[in-house]
């Protein structure tokens, strides 16, 4: 907590604005990019990119872990590997959950992981 808490402000409640966590999100290592290109996602592909993105492994994606995938997804297909603008990450947003957020649980759980990968040309 230490180390971001030094790059981004954090609000009285413990949280990150939506602009600072596009920071943290600005990593290197695109862990999406093990998977672009294949044809075929098997179950443990499914299980690997569920559980990377399940930081604080409640067995299912909350707001900021969906939109670290999308974005990741994203810098990929959109923007060449530079920072996805804010407004496209939050329309995506959006859009992926309802089309993917089936019991309307305002997270992404496992076996809605399959669905919002469909989402996204990953190929």
């Known amino acids: 907590k230490q180390w971001y808490q030094r790059r981004v402000a954090i609000t009285a409640g413990g949280k990150i604005e939506l602009e ?4 943290l999100m600005n990593v290197e290592n695109n862990f999406m990019k093990n998977f672009f290109g294949r044809q075929l996602l098997h179950r443990k592909d499914f299980d690997r990119i569920f559980s990377h993105y399940d930081t ?8 900021s872990e969906v939109m670290a995938l999308i974005n990741d997804i994203l810098k990929h297909l959109e923007t060449s590997g530079k920072n996805v603008p804010i407004p496209l990450l939050q329309k995506t947003y959006a859009q ?11 997270t992404i759980q496992k076996r809605e992981l399959a669905l919002l990968l469909s989402c996204f040309n990953l190929q």
Request: glycine residues 4%; contains cysteine.
């Open 20 to 23: 600072e966590l596009t920071q």
């Open 56 to 63: 604080d492994g409640q067995e299912c994606l909350e707001k």
């Open 96 to 106: 992926v959950m309802k089309i993917c957020d089936v019991n309307n649980s305002d």
